[in-house]
C-alpha cells in the first residue's frame, strides 16, 4: 500500500491541473484567424523596408490563417497621410484590420575583435551586433479604433571565429550583413510583444 501512495498522489495532482483549466494563452493574431489584414513596415533610416516587409508578411501567414496584404505596394509611392491609407484598405482593399509595425532606435555596431592566445591554441573572433525597438498598433478599420499597441526590443549578433589548435585551422568566416542582423533583430523583437 506504501508504494501505491506516490503514484496514487501524483494522479490526483494531474487531476487537479486538468480541472483548474490551465490554458495556454492566446497571442494576439491568432484572435483573428480568418480575417483579411493590411502590414504596413517603417524602417528611417534604413532602406530595407520593402524587403523586410515582405519577410514579416511571409512569417505571419505561415503561422497564422490570415491573409495579410501590403497596401503600400498598391498606392502610388509618393507620401500619404495615414487616414488615406486607412480609407484605402477599408474601402478599396476590403480590409478588416491594419497593422503598423514601427521599427526605432537601430543600432548596427561595427565589428569588434576579440583574440584569446592560450598554449597550443588560438581563437580570434570578430563580433557584429544590432538592436532596436519594434512599436506596433492594430487597428480596426471598421470601427477606426486601435485595438492594440505595444512594443518589443530585439537584438541579434553575428560572429566570424578562426581557431588554429594543434589539430589544424577552422576558419568560420562570412561576410556581415546589416540587413540579417536587423532582420534578425525585428524578429527577435516580435516574439517579445504579444502579437506572435
Same mark, same amino acid.
Given at each position: 500500500?506504501?508504494?501505491?501512495?506516490?503514484?496514487?498522489?501524483?494522479?490526483?495532482?494531474?487531476?487537479? +491541473? /486538468?480541472?483548474?483549466?490551465?490554458?495556454?494563452?492566446? $497571442?494576439? #493574431?491568432?484572435? %483573428?484567424?480568418?480575417?483579411? @489584414? &493590411? !502590414?504596413?513596415?517603417?524602417?528611417?533610416?534604413?532602406?530595407?523596408?520593402?524587403?523586410?516587409?515582405?519577410?514579416?508578411?511571409?512569417?505571419?501567414?505561415?503561422?497564422?490563417?490570415?491573409?495579410?496584404?501590403?497596401?503600400? +505596394? /498598391?498606392?502610388?509611392?509618393?507620401?500619404?497621410?495615414? $487616414?488615406? #491609407?486607412?480609407? %484605402?484598405?477599408?474601402?478599396? @482593399? &476590403? !480590409?478588416?484590420?491594419?497593422?503598423?509595425?514601427?521599427?526605432?532606435?537601430?543600432?548596427?555596431?561595427?565589428?569588434?575583435?576579440?583574440?584569446?592566445?592560450?598554449?597550443?591554441?588560438?581563437?580570434?573572433?570578430?563580433?557584429?551586433?544590432?538592436?532596436?525597438?519594434?512599436?506596433?498598433?492594430? $487597428?480596426? #478599420?471598421?470601427?477606426?479604433?486601435?485595438?492594440?499597441? &505595444?512594443?518589443?526590443?530585439?537584438?541579434?549578433?553575428?560572429?566570424?571565429?578562426?581557431?588554429?589548435?594543434?589539430?589544424?585551422?577552422?576558419?568560420?568566416?562570412?561576410?556581415?550583413?546589416?540587413?540579417?542582423?536587423?532582420?534578425?533583430?525585428?524578429?527577435?523583437?516580435?516574439?517579445?510583444?504579444?502579437?506572435?
Amino acid at each position: 500500500m506504501p508504494k501505491r501512495m506516490p503514484w496514487l498522489l501524483s494522479l490526483l495532482i494531474l487531476a487537479l +491541473l /486538468l480541472a483548474t483549466g490551465c490554458e495556454v494563452e492566446e $497571442r494576439i #493574431l491568432q484572435r %483573428f484567424t480568418g480575417e483579411r @489584414l &493590411g !502590414l504596413i513596415l517603417e524602417t528611417d533610416p534604413y532602406s530595407y523596408e520593402r524587403s523586410l516587409e515582405t519577410r514579416l508578411i511571409n512569417y505571419i501567414k505561415k503561422r497564422f490563417d490570415l491573409q495579410v496584404i501590403n497596401p503600400k +505596394l /498598391l498606392m502610388d509611392n509618393g507620401p500619404y497621410p495615414s $487616414r488615406m #491609407l486607412e480609407d %484605402f484598405c477599408r474601402d478599396e @482593399l &476590403g !480590409l478588416n484590420f491594419l497593422l503598423a509595425i514601427k521599427l526605432t532606435d537601430i543600432i548596427v555596431n561595427a565589428p569588434q575583435p576579440n583574440l584569446e592566445i592560450r598554449p597550443h591554441k588560438v581563437n580570434v573572433e570578430v563580433s557584429s551586433s544590432c538592436s532596436l525597438t519594434l512599436i506596433y498598433t492594430l $487597428r480596426d #478599420l471598421s470601427t477606426d479604433q486601435i485595438l492594440y499597441f &505595444g512594443q518589443g526590443n530585439g537584438s541579434s549578433k553575428a560572429t566570424n571565429r578562426v581557431k588554429a589548435d594543434e589539430g589544424g585551422v577552422v576558419f568560420d568566416v562570412k561576410e556581415f550583413d546589416p540587413y540579417e542582423l536587423i532582420e534578425d533583430a525585428m524578429f527577435n523583437a516580435l516574439r517579445n510583444t504579444d502579437l506572435l
